[in-house]
């Protein structure tokens, strides 16, 4: 049975920083590319960051490219998403998504994801 299972999420102030991660298991790591997305209240699931089954290969949008860093450590099946510089308007449930490949140093911006987690909060004040 694979799972993903996000954690990291909680409550920080303006300009503070968080680090989220999402175990795996069930799946062989190695073989799929990684993302993170997120849905603000009353919003529609965004895209947040994508990386390759390798890691050389990563994306982020916009809106947080210079504040978020996402990496995989595959020797312990681990995702990770490093949120600097937060702002409220980062305030969403976060979740992590894999999607097999057989492209090594491909990345995935877009739907559809084989397998989702089940979120972890994050909340910025103001």
């Known amino acids: 049975q694979v799972q993903l299972v996000e954690s990291g999420g909680g409550l920080v102030q303006a300009g503070g920083s968080l680090r989220l991660s999402c175990t795996t298991s069930?799946?062989?790591?190695?073989?799929?590319?990684m993302g993170w997305f997120r849905q603000a209240p009353g919003k529609e699931r965004e895209f947040v960051a994508a990386?390759?089954?390798?890691?050389?290969?990563?994306y982020v949008v916009d809106s947080v490219k210079g504040r978020f860093t996402i990496s995989r450590d595959n020797a312990k099946n681990t995702l990770y998403l490093q949120m600097n510089s937060l702002k409220p308007e980062d305030t969403a449930v976060y979740y992590c998504?894999?999607?097999?490949?057989?492209?090594?140093?491909?990345?995935?911006?877009?739907?559809?994801?084989?397998?989702w987690g089940q979120g972890t909060q994050v909340t910025v004040s103001s």
């Open positions: 069930g799946l062989t790591f190695s073989n799929y590319a």
């Open positions: 998504a894999a999607k097999f490949s057989i492209y090594s140093g491909s990345y995935y911006r877009s739907d559809p994801y084989d397998y």
């Open positions: 990386i390759s089954r390798s890691g050389d290969s990563t």
